[in-house]
């Protein structure tokens, strides 16, 4: 596996512009994903997931004020022209969002959508393009494949459209796939056969995949490293068996607390209570302050933790980290 990781963001932060003011979406991220590995981005929604990703690969809104590092294969982003940029993104980048309809086009059959990309950055006749999205289509388990690529997304379910979009995403071989919430509007057992197909399909290609996602149970059986966000900020991040095993941010302890329990049979579902400020009005101190149920003297409220190491493969930003199991504060 080689050391230069596929995408790299140092000091990452988003600022929006509104009518009522800056908006700031990401602050200070920092995180990188290597061949090979899954890093999966947990939290709310608005927690920032989304738009670091978008910012990181040159897609964020046109209001968004984006500074910060960015290195796709040791090539740095950040200030490269929007052309160079699009290219070094259509060609080693991946993208597969929540709503499979958004990114296909309902007067275009599959087979031309799947190799459209391919055709650009890569070359490929029509011909060759053709026989690529049949063997596309065919990779991610589309029955039928050299019949249905002339079919069109109407004629599909929604868990083969999401197939669909997985075969886009990977038409040009890209180094890196983002999965942004591919799951969230299918059903239970489509949700499993995603997930599943993601993770064959990089042992088989040795793709980096980042899976953006608040189902943590998810993350449990996919990623290698987490990064938990919340109000732009990145609360705590390393291995998964390191922060699934200790969680040391309370707000990382209330997410995997808050997940449904098969076994209890049904009952009461953990909430955390409150709701995510606004990035319009973030505290001068720790965001999670005013909903943390462990919250201590005016340093919470007043001074931003630092991230600091728990362990090796650990870190977590707070002054008061959740205790491990059997351990008292």
């Not at 026989?131 to 069109?152: F, K, N, Q």
Request: hydrophobic fraction near 40%; charged fraction near 20%; proline fraction near 8%.
């Amino acid at each position: 596996m080689s050391d230069v990781p596929v995408l790299a963001i140092e000091d990452l932060t988003v600022t929006i512009g509104t009518r009522r003011g800056p908006a700031r979406a990401v602050a200070g991220v920092e995180w990188s994903v290597r061949a090979g590995q899954t890093l999966a981005l947990v939290g709310e929604s608005g927690s920032g997931k989304s738009m670091s990703m978008l910012a990181a690969t040159g897609l964020a809104p046109r209001s968004a004020r984006v500074t910060g590092r960015v290195h796709l294969l040791g090539t740095e982003l950040t200030g490269l022209p929007d052309d160079q940029r699009r290219r070094m993104r259509g060609r080693h980048v991946g993208f597969v969002f929540q709503d499979p309809m958004i990114s296909l086009n309902p007067v275009l059959t599959v087979g031309r959508q799947v190799t459209e990309a391919a055709e650009e950055h890569l070359g490929l006749t029509r011909r060759a393009a053709r026989t690529r999205a049949v063997e596309l289509l065919d990779l991610v388990g589309i029955p039928s494949a050299a019949t249905r690529v002339d079919s069109y997304p109407h004629q599909f379910s929604g868990g083969m459209r999401q197939r669909v979009v997985i075969a886009m995403a990977l038409a040009c071989e890209p180094d890196l796939l983002i999965a942004d919430e591919p799951t969230t509007a299918l059903d239970v057992t489509t949700q499993a056969q995603i997930v599943e197909l993601v993770a064959d399909l990089q042992r088989r290609l040795g793709t980096a995949v980042v899976w953006i996602t608040h189902d943590l149970g998810v993350v449990a059986g996919i990623a290698d490293t987490v990064a938990v966000m919340y109000a732009g900020r990145i609360l705590e991040q390393g291995s998964v068996d390191a922060v699934f095993a200790n969680p040391s941010h309370p707000y990382t302890a209330a997410l995997l607390a808050a997940r449904p329990d098969p076994a209890a049979g049904g009952g009461e579902l953990v909430t955390i209570q409150g709701s995510p400020p606004s990035p319009l009005d973030l505290p001068a101190g720790c965001a999670f302050w005013p909903r943390c149920p462990v919250r201590g003297d005016a340093r919470c409220e007043h001074e931003l933790p630092p991230l600091v190491p728990v362990s090796a493969d650990h870190r977590v930003r707070t002054f008061y980290p959740h205790p491990a199991d059997g351990e008292s504060r």
